[in-house]
């Protein structure tokens, strides 16, 4: 049964840090393109950043730009989400999803067949 599940959320100062995880198990992580989502309350689900599955490239929201970073830990079969100073806009349950098929970097929530269940982070002081 392919499942994937993210860990790592959890309350933070303004300016610390947090890593989500994103693990799979039924499928090769590898093989898909990861789109890491964030949604706040009374808002709708945002793309965060995103992994392509052929060359690695990568994308990112203009909000999280030189603060957030997207890895592939294909041994564990595994994509972290680092995020580094933290604001209390980044307040929101973050979800990764995976795709088998090829994307556009920046692609829709709705184009993601695989869902987490989702990590809560909340950043306030």
């Known amino acids: 049964q392919e499942q994937l599940v993210e860990s790592g959320g959890g309350l933070v100062q303004p300016g610390g840090s947090l890593r989500l995880s994103c693990a799979a198990s039924g499928f090769t992580l590898a093989e898909h393109a990861i789109g890491w989502f964030r949604q706040a309350p009374g808002k709708e689900r945002e793309g965060v950043s995103c992994?392509?599955?052929?060359?690695?490239?990568?994308h990112y929201a203009d909000s999280v730009k030189g603060r957030f970073t997207i890895a592939r830990d294909n041994a564990k079969n595994t994509v972290y989400l680092q995020m580094n100073s933290l604001k209390p806009e980044d307040t929101a349950v973050y979800y990764c999803?995976?795709?088998?098929?090829?994307?556009?970097?920046?692609?829709?929530?709705?184009?993601?067949?695989?869902w987490g269940q989702g990590a809560q982070v909340t950043v306030s002081s």
């Open positions: 992994i392509a599955t052929t060359d690695n490239s990568t």
């Open positions: 999803a995976a795709e088998p098929r090829l994307l556009k970097l920046g692609a829709r929530p709705d184009e993601y067949t695989y």
